[in-house]
């Protein structure tokens, strides 16, 4: 299980309007990578400890998916302690932003 991780602060409102099917979720370009917070020592453990960090789980390259809302699915946005206690998680993380 992969835990991808992103602020969230990020802006939540996807642009549908700008497209005519579904759009990549996770490919939004107006996503912040916060690439100065990565030159940080101990970046990964304040960002896994902080409470607006949500985390978006992927096995198998399957993202845990909710029902469509206003007609689109999007990706479920887990707190860390709505994270099953009984989930095997690895260290793979992957940092949106």
């Given at each position: 299980m992969t835990l991808i991780i992103y602020s969230w602060e990020m802006v939540d409102n996807?642009?549908?309007h700008l497209f005519n099917g579904f759009p990549n979720l996770y490919g939004f370009s107006g996503l912040d990578r916060r690439s100065v917070e990565r030159e940080e020592p101990n970046w990964k453990k304040k960002l896994l400890n902080d409470p607006n960090t949500r985390f978006v789980l992927n096995w198998r390259s399957k993202s845990l998916i909710s029902e469509p809302t206003l007609g689109y699915p999007s990706a479920v946005k887990l707190k860390s302690e709505e994270i099953p206690p009984n989930l095997?998680?690895?260290d793979q993380y992957v940092f949106l932003g």
């Open positions: 996807y642009p549908f095997e998680v690895t």
